[in-house]
T-cell receptor
């Protein structure tokens, strides 16, 4: 069963727009929440990660917002660029090694 | 090479056959992971090695799946009596530290197709 639920399944955004991807979890043992970016034919690559002791983390155009009480977290991609077109996975970990991934969101940025 | 290397990149086999998938992690990375990614899904944890030992193999779907890492570097995922449902991309990853203090570096995967 999917321990991390991710939505939407896909989204299309215009260049310069904002992409928002949401994830929710139930397991309160999760304490590490990374986001991975995957291009076709490639393995996932870490984009940004957050721990539950902070509510927001920003790296360049990418921001994670975290709501511990709601058990939800989201990725915002600001000023979306065609090169951001990829599949994005949220994930969560309850320990030092195991990641539970969401089903993924395919983002298409139209020029 | 500098990244995680997986071979073969593609493998087509017949139902019932035996398959081996190889992973060469980044040099110096003690932790190695196998994940399975089915079409349209996120990666699913299979097994985690710390050094030569399998620290957690709870994600292996059944006893047809087995993985080894005899010298603490290269790992092989072995699948016996393959079934059509085993068709997926098998991803290997390695890390220098544990997940929460360092990132996982994934290879490009081995795409397995069972006919």
């Amino acid at each position: 069963q999917q321990q991390v639920k991710q939505s939407p399944q896909s989204l299309i955004v215009q260049k310069g727009g904002i992409s928002i991807i949401n994830c929710a979890y139930e397991n309160t043992a999760f304490d590490y929440f990374p986001w991975y970016q995957q291009f076709p034919g490639k393995g996932p690559a870490l984009l940004i990660a957050i721990r539950p002791d902070v509510s927001e983390k920003k790296e360049g155009r990418f921001t994670i917002s975290f709501n511990k009480s709601a058990k939800q977290f989201s990725l915002h991609i600001m000023d979306s660029q065609p090169g951001d077109s990829a599949t994005y996975f949220c994930a969560a970990s309850p320990n030092d090694y195991k990641l539970s991934f969401g089903a993924g969101t395919t983002v298409t940025v139209r020029a | 090479g500098a990244g995680v290397s997986q071979t073969p990149s593609n493998k087509v086999t017949e139902k019932g056959k035996y398959v081996e998938l190889r992973c060469d992690p980044i040099s110096g990375h003690t932790a190695l992971y196998w994940y399975r990614q089915s079409l349209g899904q996120g990666p699913e944890f299979l097994i985690y090695f710390q050094g030569t030992g399998a620290a957690d193999d709870s994600g292996l779907p059944n006893d047809r799946f087995f993985a080894v890492r005899p010298e603490g570097s290269v790992s092989t995922l072995k699948i016996q009596r393959t079934e059509r449902g085993d068709s997926a991309v098998y991803l290997c990853a390695s890390s220098l530290n544990r997940v929460r203090t360092g990132e996982l570096f994934f290879g490009e995967g081995s795409r397995l197709t069972v006919l």
